[in-house]
């Protein structure tokens, strides 16, 4: 399935969905970043959120030094 990435408006084959939009009047909607926008702006896909997230944009955690 091909997305448009958020971030550089590209279509993507490889869309990762890393958050949901919230939207007061109707339902949200999901958020898709191509891979390397994921990976330059280190968000979390949405798949790996903790449980019980509401889907807002999370980072990656940094790694130790």
């Known amino acids: 399935m091909t997305k448009v990435c958020r971030e550089c408006d590209e279509p993507t ?4 969905a890393v958050a949901l939009e919230h939207v007061a009047s109707t339902a949200g909607r999901v ?3 191509c891979p390397v926008c994921r990976f330059v702006l280190g968000l979390l896909p ?3 959120h903790p449980k019980g997230s509401d889907g807002r944009v999370r980072y990656e955690e940094e790694m130790p030094a």
Do not use: F
């Open 46 to 48: 949405l798949d790996q």
């Open 13 to 16: 084959a490889e869309p990762i």
């Open 31 to 33: 958020v898709y970043l």
